[in-house]
Structure formats: C-alpha cells, structure tokens
T-cell receptor, first 117, second 115 residues
Framework: AQTVTQSQPEMSVQEAETVTLSCTYDTSESDYYLFWYKQPPSRQMILVIRQEAYKQQNATENRFSVNFQKAAKSFSLKISDSQLGDAAMYFCAYRSEFTQGAQKLVFGQGTRLTINP | GAVVSQHPSRVICKSGTSVKIECRSLDFQATTMFWYRQFPKQSLMLMATSNEGSKATYEQGVEKDKFLINHASLTLSTLTVTSAHPEDSSFYIC???????????FGPGTRLTVL
C-alpha cells in the first residue's frame, strides 16, 4: 500500500518570505498523481496544486510551485512571497492511476504553516 | 466551477439517534463521491467510496451498518450515522469527482456532536 509522509508537523515563515514544505511517498507504481491541499481554519479543503507523475516539468500555480523528484519519491511545495492568507494546514496526497480503487487519495499527516507578520 | 456543498454544517444530536448528512455537487455531475472523517489536528481518514447507482465500498474497519451511504443521483450522496454515540463525534467531509482521473473537490465539512 502507498504511504505519504510529511515530516514537518509545523512550519513558520515571515510574511513575504519563501517556505518549502516537504513530502515523501512510497509506491511501487510508475503512474500516479500527487496533490497539495490546503485546509485553512474554516476547514474547507482547497486544491493548491496537482502533478502528474509522467510529467517531468514541475507544476506551478502563481506563487506555489513543486519540486517533484520521482526517483527520490519526493514532492515538496514551495510558497513564494508568503501571505497571511497562506496560513493553514497543508496536506500532501497521492492517488494511483490504474489500480483498483485508483481514485482514493492517500493523505500525509499534514504540516501546519504559520505566517508571521 | 466544481463546487461541492454539505448540509448541515453543524449538527448536535442525542446518543442513540440517527443523523443524515448530505453532500451535493452543485455545478457538475459526480460519478464518484467520497466520505472522510477528520479528528482534531489529524489528517483525513477515508471512510468509503460511493459510485452513483452502486453500493458503497467501505474502508477496512468502517462499519457499513453504522455509516450508511447512499449515492442515488449524480449530484447527491448521503451519509447516515445510525444510532450515534459520543465516539462518533467528529468532522465529516465529503468530496466528489467527475470522472476517474479527475481531481477530488471537497465540501466544507459537517461537525457532528453526539451528546
């Protein structure tokens, strides 16, 4: 079974600075998807970014970008120019491509990000 | 686009009663919906996956007679917690996807408190 590990329970960063959240995963599959979701205090899960494993190019969404290292099974999230609204719990998630139950998301434990003004 | 709603947002009930939570995809048809449970300061735990018109697939350790899931249409899935007990108190979140390779879009969650 696949597992996702976020080794940083908490992170903090100064407003306008850059922060990187770590995520590693374990799988024997070659085709899969990786996601970063954000859960602010409202607890609404919001998709931040998505990466297809077959794509070598790292995904980017405005101030959010990932460093996808397939061989190392690493998928870190970089937030540039941090804003107060970025404060939230961030979850890394894995999804299979072809196996039975492929739509299931496997979540990491989460990283709580604090933005210091 | 891809908005998912949940109702109610909060519910308090007495021990032994049943509670129904609705999950709706507002602007798309969801072939698959998922139900998660989240304890305070913890990650999401998948309870079950439901496909429209089919029986739900429950994760190991989740009592199917306790947590009844119905996915009667492409826009509505319901989770009924039967004979609720205080240990069922939690935050329940649904998500929906349009097709098998689609991203999951999450509802805002329902906080259940059982007295």
């Amino acid at each position: 079974a696949q597992t996702v590990t976020q080794s940083q329970p908490e992170m903090s960063v100064q407003e306008a600075e850059t922060v990187t959240l770590s995520c590693t995963y374990d799988t024997s599959e070659s085709d899969y998807y990786l996601f970063w979701y954000k859960q602010p205090p409202s607890r609404q899960m919001i998709l931040v970014i998505r990466q297809e494993a077959y794509k070598q190019q790292n995904a980017t969404e405005n101030r959010f970008s990932v460093n996808f290292q397939k061989a190392a099974k690493s998928f870190s999230l970089k937030i540039s120019d941090s804003q107060l609204g970025d404060a939230a719990m961030y979850f890394c998630a894995y999804r299979s491509e072809f196996t039975q139950g492929a739509q299931k998301l496997v979540f990491g434990q989460g990283t709580r990000l604090t933005i210091n003004p | 686009g891809a908005v998912v709603s949940q109702h109610p947002s909060r519910v308090i009930c007495k021990s032994g009663t049943s509670v129904k939570i609705e999950c709706r995809s507002l602007d798309f048809q969801a072939t698959t919906m998922f139900w998660y449970r989240q304890f305070p300061k913890q990650s999401l735990m998948l309870m079950a996956t439901s496909n429209e018109g089919s029986k739900a697939t429950y994760e190991q350790g989740v009592e199917k007679d306790k947590f009844l899931i119905n996915h009667a249409s492409l826009t509505l899935s319901t989770l009924t917690v039967t004979s609720a007990h205080p240990e069922d108190s939690s935050f329940y979140i649904c998500s929906a996807s349009r097709f098998s390779t689609d991203t999951q879009y999450f509802g805002p969650g329902t906080r259940l408190t059982v007295l």
